[in-house]
């Protein structure tokens, strides 16, 4: 059955963060607005009470919180040429699925990113010209700058809860936080957690080599606070069941705790679950966005008119459903032309792993981002003059959660596999093992994009996306800096053992055990369409009531997770369109 729903003002497509915040936003300002999310829909009091027993099998092994990849997919190959294949487990790149999409059981690390990630063109073209780049190398600005999201990034804080101490305020550093943030109008919402004795150690050796730690700022909310809508957040437990689990505490923000509540009372706001947007129309001069077509969950297929399309599925999506409805030129690798599905980036990983002897590190007192950071290693904070690298990476502490199965493989070198020595081992390994993490900073290359998958295709018989991924010698060159720094600071720590490696140096493989949906790109935003699919309000070129958003405008990766800047981002450009597009709806950047 074909149905057709009545026209909206706007209608949204996926809930979770950048969805819910920007429905939060425009049914404030009075608009009509329907969100279509292909999840089930959930409540933090029901899907996650507070009197069930956390399941380490089905949350942090099985990952049953996240979109099955029998569900949807996407195939991975390393360089043009090569046939992808698609991936059937998720390791890294995993999704998020139903209302409050990956929002609801991400690991809360809460950052906003520096002056230096929106615009690190003319940075590094100011420092070093272009002769740091290395060859096929895609660095360009977001056309919006950290002072222009600075009020935005403070309202999504106020949203969120965040937790975290401030490193500098109007100009002037503040003492325990990061001196190398962007200036902020106002400190964190909420206080930073409790440091773990890991955390302690990281601290009192980065303090010793002369660099300076500070708590890593986090959804993990610090203690009671009533946030910006006016909903009541709890303190975090510590728990230690937090990455990939709902938490039925109150305590890590996420859109099902931090907005719905506000935006599920609203009269004009409608929610559509369990329906799958598989295309963006628009009128015969693709000019104008005109509805969107989804399929229910009992197979009906749907159209929702609307005045003003939204779509806010996460990068992956974005980039799919933009050239499924085949709006804007794909990108091509060998002529370099096209801006959809350009300029993908994922994360530069390293780390030092480290075993202490006679340590008690209590890592099952732990939350989702619970760590200690130095930033002097991040972005431009340091001189890469003869590095022959930009970027680099935000090195923390990291708890691990300390959830018994995952930790279990975490024995020294050389221990049983099996049987009365594996236990003895993993008994002492248990309180002795930590780990340092790199987190890197990634620029695009021309070699690694998405686009159409010729051959796989999903349940609808609608082409698979497929990724052209593989770490550029960029990566490769700032991962082994990172991964030298990691094992400085792990043995000035006191660990007996030290093992650094840096990911960048094997192939990238989708099934790499690291859990991150730090993917950026495809439909970036930019100041030129020739290199970006929409302008600097996430507003396309082309179609002027059409914005994608999310981290697929992001041209770039920081050595940070996204999920600020992407709350930052969308409001900024949900004020774009509430006081500026209503008023004149048309292009809002002209050339
Ligand atoms: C395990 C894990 C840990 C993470 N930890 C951190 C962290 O510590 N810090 C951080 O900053 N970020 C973290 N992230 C990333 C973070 O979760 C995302 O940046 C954030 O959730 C993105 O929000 P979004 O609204 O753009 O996308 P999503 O949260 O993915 O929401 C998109 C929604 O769109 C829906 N959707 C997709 N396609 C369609 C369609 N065709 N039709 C209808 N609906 C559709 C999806 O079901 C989903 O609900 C983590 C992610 C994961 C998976
Ligand atoms: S660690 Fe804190 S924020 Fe995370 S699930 Fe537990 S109580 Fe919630």
């Known amino acids: 059955m074909h149905y057709k729903r009545p026209k909206a003002d706007v209608v949204i497509v996926g809930l979770g963060w950048s969805g819910s915040t920007m429905a939060e936003e425009l049914t404030r300002a009075g608009l009509n607005v329907v969100a279509i999310e292909r999840g089930a829909w959930r409540e933090t009091s029901t899907s996650f009470p507070t009197t069930r027993n956390p399941d380490e099998l089905s949350g942090s092994i099985r990952k049953e919180i996240l979109q099955a990849p029998v569900t949807e997919t996407y195939t991975v190959r390393n360089k043009p040429g090569e046939t992808a294949l698609p991936l059937r487990k998720y390791h ?16 809360g690390a809460s950052w906003r990113w520096q002056p230096f990630d929106h615009q690190p063109y003319t940075r590094i073209m100011e420092r070093y010209g272009a002769k740091q780049l290395v060859d096929g190398l895609i660095l360009q600005d977001w056309g919006v700058t950290y002072d222009d999201l600075e009020p935005f990034y403070d309202r999504f804080e106020k949203i969120a809860g965040t937790s975290g101490t401030a490193g500098v305020i109007n100009g002037v550093k503040q003492p325990g936080g990061n001196p190398f943030e962007g200036s902020r109008t106002s400190p964190y919402p909420t206080p930073a957690l409790e440091r773990t004795r890991a955390n302690i150690l990281f601290a009192e050796a980065t303090t ?83 509805s969107v077509t989804f399929v229910d969950s009992d197979g009906n297929i749907g159209e929702q008119p609307a005045d003003i399309v939204i779509v806010a599925t996460f990068t992956l999506d974005n980039t799919r459903l933009l050239l499924l409805s085949g709006i804007g030129t794909p990108y091509d690798a060998v002529s370099g032309e096209g801006v959809v599905g350009r300029a993908f980036t994922f994360q530069t990983l390293s780390w030092a792993f480290m075993f202490f002897e006679n340590e008690y590190l209590n890592p099952f007192m732990n939350t989702g981002a619970l760590a200690t950071q130095i930033d002097d290693f991040n972005g431009d904070n340091f001189d890469h003059t003869g590095l022959g690298f930009i970027g680099g990476a935000g090195i923390q ?17 050389g221990s049983p ?87 960048a140096d094997q192939p990238y493989s989708g099934y790499t055990p690291w859990d991150s949906s730090h993917v950026q790109g495809g439909v970036v935003m930019g100041e030129n369409p020739k290199t970006s699919v929409q302008n600097r309000y996430q507003q396309n070129w082309d179609i002027p009531n059409l914005f994608v958003i999310g981290a697929s405008s992001f041209p770039n990766n920081a050595g940070y997770n996204p999920t600020a800047a992407v709350g930052a981002t969308t409001l900024w450009t949900a004020k774009a369109i509430t006081d500026l597009y209503l008023k004149n709806p048309g292009p809002l950047v002209r050339l």
């Open 92 to 107: 890294n790149l995993t999704l998020g699925n139903n209302v409050g999409g990956a929002g609801t059981h991400w690991a």
């Open 208 to 290: 010793r080599l002369g660099y300076t730690p500070f708590p890593v700022p986090s959804a993990m909310i610090g203690a009671p606070y009533t946030n910006a809508l006016g909903i009541n957040l709890a303190p975090c437990t510590y728990c230690g069941y937090c990455q990939l689990y709902g938490c039925g505490n109150w305590s890590k923000s996420s859109p099902n705790i931090c907005i719905l509540p506000v935006l599920m009372q609203r009269p004009n706001f409608t929610v559509v679950t369990e329906s799958e947007v598989v295309r963006i129309n628009t009128t015969p001069d693709k000019k104008t966005a005109t």
């Open 397 to 413: 502490s990291l708890c691990n959660q300390g959830l018994p199965i995952g930790m279990s493989g975490l024995v020294p070198e």
């Open 417 to 503: 596999k099996w049987g009365k020595g594996w236990k003895q081992a993993f008994q002492k390994a248990y309180q002795n093992y930590a780990q340092i993490q790199g987190q890197g900073t990634s620029f695009a290359h021309r070699e690694q994009f998405m686009d159409l998958d010729p051959t796989y295709k999903d349940k609808f018989g609608q082409p698979l996306l497929r990724i052209t991924y593989d770490y550029n010698e960029n990566d490769r060159r700032s991962g082994r800096f990172i991964r030298d720094k990691c094992a400085e600071i792990a043995k000035e720590m006191g660990a007996r053992e030290v093992t650094g490696v840096s990911l």
